[in-house]
């Protein structure tokens, strides 16, 4: 019976192939008679969910009058049976849009260094299974790099790498998270007195001798992600900035809007972003990025007056709640800060140089709430970058506003017109949408998506490629190859999609700087739970 199964879901590869290919509109009797065939042969064969897809929507298309259809048409509405057919288990079926059916999941995201690529994968696989997302990597300095972007919850180190001992590198991550608690995890084929202590004197969180039990490492390692869990429950400051975290934010908006309320004051709320953050982080290094935003938030502490309230938003944005204080008031006082900021020398390695801040203002009050209000600071403040950066903008009037998005490119390199399809699907359709202005473009294969060219536009946006290892024509590690030779490769995030049996091809992703890797088969929430944590990465 296999064999019928992989002679179907190879038939629905070619006619997608085929209805993909051609440039004029397809006759809608011809996708009426390929959701007939498949009704009726699917659950014979076994496949009784591709059988039940295809019965709603010959239903579906009933009701739709068109005789002509477009490609993409019939992609789109083809997009729950093909999810179906890519992953029986991953839908239940009403004949929704597919992303409909996944909650994205922000799972707890562990770093693994390993420059075994054997133990690499079998643990990454391990960990996944138990629920994690796990960001493999077999070089110390990318791992360094994506450190920061990245905020793991727990980082898991060999002792043993060829190219930088584990040691070294823990001492330098202990280094980078001076202000923050993040737990590592040392494994170790030498569990010498010497080398155990050696880890706990760099302040290793725990060492686990190689070999070791696979459940007891799971069980240490959710221990130590629990405990930052619980630390960050309990922390009301920032640990680098020492200003508010944001989960104090909605209270405390909420507490001083009614105050203000009642006591008939005016309100306002600033948002605030650091010019240039990234290229400062690029430039100078992540710690002096970090000297940077600590800096800015101490100078801003001085300088606020009593009552107001900083609040670290997220990366080098801040949020400022200034009660019993109308818009043109706290532009005044955020002028006064920006002045004394851009003052404010940085001095590393002998060279000094200033930074710059933009902020947007906007009034506040109980019945817009905080959506709002942030949303209309946004907008002033992406006016502010718009028109030369390094000043204050007061939102014009509070009113429901549409949030300011940032434009964030997809490309999906793969052969099969069914992944295509569901992660075209799956990104066009995600809850992504509500924070960047998403460009979804699918490729059928290297040697396409090179000659359209996709990856020399638009150099200033953030792009995401899905890329197939293996492809005709040119494959996705030649493909990468070319990404990483770029200029701007940096603005690039890659996710290579391999074979469970390729090690050498995951190896050979991972050191020509594959961010990430899956393998096949995949389930698609996992994709779009891996998307969020390196949308970090892409959007920083």
Known sequence: MEKYKAKLLENIRKQLQSWYKVTEEI???????????LAGTAPTIGLQKIGDAANLLMKKYKEIPEEMWSAESIQQFLSPLLAVAYDEDAVDLKGEALSKKYTPEEKDLIMLIDDDPALLIYLKDKLENEGFTVMAFTEA????????????????????????????????????????????????????????????QLDADDFIPKPFEMDELIVRVRRLVTKKKHLKELIMLDELTRVYTRKHLSPSFKRIAEQMNREQQPFSAAMIDLDHFKSIN??????????????????????????????????????????????????????????????HPFETDGESFRV??????????????????????????????????????????????????????????DDDPIIRTILQDLFQNSSLNEKFLLDVQAFEDGLQFLQSEWHLKDPESSSFIVLDGMMPEIDGIEVLKVIRSLKHQERF??????????????????????????????????????????IKKISS
């Open 27 to 37: 006759n809608g009797k011809e996708l009426d008679k390929f959701l007939h065939s």
């Open 356 to 413: 710059s801040f933009s902020a947007g203002v906007s009034a506040a009050c109980l019945s817009e709430g905080l959506e709002n209000t942030v949303k209309a600071a946004d907008h002033a403040l992406y006016k502010a970058k718009q028109t030369g950066r390094a000043k204050t903008i007061a939102a014009e009037a509070l009113a429901p506003i549409e949030a300011v998005r940032k434009k964030l490119r997809f490309a999906v390199v």
């Open 141 to 200: 300095k990318k791992a360094l790099k994506a450190f920061f972007d990245l905020d793991p919850s727990c980082v898991i180190i060999d002792v043993h790498m060829q190219e930088k001992s584990g040691l070294e590198i823990l001492e330098e991550f202990k280094r980078y998270t001076n202000f923050r608690f993040i737990p590592a995890v040392m494994i170790s084929v030498d569990d010498s007195k010497e080398t155990r202590m050696k880890s706990y």
């Open 282 to 343: 690029d430039t100078y290094g992540h710690l002096m990025g970090d000297r940077v935003l600590a800096g800015f938030a101490n100078l801003l502490k001085q300088n606020l007056r009593t009552g107001d309230l900083p609040f670290r938003y997220g990366g080098e944005e801040f949020l400022i709640l200034f009660p019993r204080t109308d818009v043109k008031t706290a532009s005044l006082v955020l002028n006064r800060v920006l002045n004394r900021f851009m003052d």
């Open 493 to 534: 995030t890659v996710v290579m999609l391999t074979n469970r049996t390729s090690e050498e091809d995951i190896t050979t992703a991972l050191k020509l700087g594959a961010d990430d890797y899956l393998t096949k088969p995949f389930k698609l929430a996992e994709i779009e739970s891996r998307i969020f944590h390196l």
